[in-house]
């Protein structure tokens, strides 16, 4: 138990009268970095709102740091960021991210940390409705890392953001996960899953990898991990195709 | 855990009431229309001021009440909408926090609204009821409290701005028909007058109309006013039930 900060098990999710995720297992030890990666519709945003406590889920269980998911305890500890920025377009930068640091009980000094991170010190006074799409999402960032909480789950944090920027922000995210935080983060980006220290695959709703980045490569055989997905998607394609026919 | 927090509370009203002083001109909007409104209301009752001084103080209470409906019930739909209420969610912050956060910060815009256009009809207008100009504006107050309990409640039941405005009508206009401001509800129809007796603005009315008639505060006031109190805790919780940490 003790290693693991989120244990998923035999998770299925309903949204409407679909089921968009079909008894997912999984496993997120403490201090790691994790990717999670899947096209669009693919069921990662519903699974880290299970992680956070704000889906509801029709069977399975989800654990973090030893509590269920949601439990009034985690809200100190778990960070989440939406995958489109959910922060006020009438605040400026400061005030979002010190409304969220209040709520965290975190002071001012959390607040000044937060904004240098994501790199929008410059930008704090500025009203978030002015501010471009990238910075916008860098704002939202920043007011969950302003929790300090122990588990941080991101949804896209790094889209849209330009290429020097994003890799300060894996470089952060590596400094936290080295300090012990927890991070599990979603992409569409696979050059960004080298960053990881294991990746979720995930298609249609199945977990159909989980294993570290050069584990994926070397099963595969393929020298990237574009490759190395697409051939494990077509692998488990062909068996479908054997099992039904 | 506590279901309410100080410093939540405290930390969303702070909010609330930046996100308002960020917005001019809706502060401005919230300040002057009464006024002007119950200055229309002079000129047009000019020939017959008893008619004003019914009208008129009834007025002064049930514009807060109608201005924080609306009000409340977009800004909450926003909150649901943009993806803030889920992610407040994931926080400590409890549902009361955000409701009485709202609650506190629209109450004192209320009282600022009410406290202006009291003046202005009071000097300007020549408005006199025979009872304190404060009391009016504490019936004021607790109207607004109302509406902004009320508002919460339907922002639950509308998916889009549009439907939002909607809810206008359908919550306040036959409140406002039959709160007594029209037609004396003791002149209605009985069961007009039972739908009536179930409308808290009607008791809204009927407290304006007591501190215009008596000197002193009234039994029946201070009834009245427990009553819209009663009501609007009544709106918040049923509105706290709507909030769902868990949505599909």
Redesign the interface.
Known sequence: MGKSAITVDQLVVHRGRREVLHGLTAQVARGSVTGLLGSSGSGKTTLLRAIVGVQVVHSGSVTVLGHPAGSPKLRRRVGYLTQSPSIYPDLTVRENVRYFATLYGRGDDAVTEALKTVGLADAERQLVSTLSGGQRSRASLACALVGQPDVLILDEPTVGQDPVLRDELWTKFRELARAGTTLVISSHVMDEAEHCDRLLLIRDGYLIADDSPAAIKSATGADNLDTAFLSMIRARQAEASLEVG | ?AVMSG??LA??T??IM??LR??RRTVGLLLVVPSLFLTLLYYMFDANGMVFQRVGLVMLGLFPHVMMFLITSIVMLRERQ???L????????GKLDLLFGYGVAFSIVAALQGTITALVAHYLLDLDPAGHLGLVIVVAVANAVLGVALGLLCSAFARTEFQAVQFMPVVVLPQALLCGLFVPRDDMAGWLQAISDVLPMSYAVDALLEIGGHADPTTTMWRDLAIIGGAAVLALILGAATLR????
């Open positions: 855990m410093r939540i930390g969303t702070h909010r930046l996100q960020h917005d943009s993806g803030t889920e992610r407040l969610f994931t926080t400590p912050l940490r868990r949505t599909p």
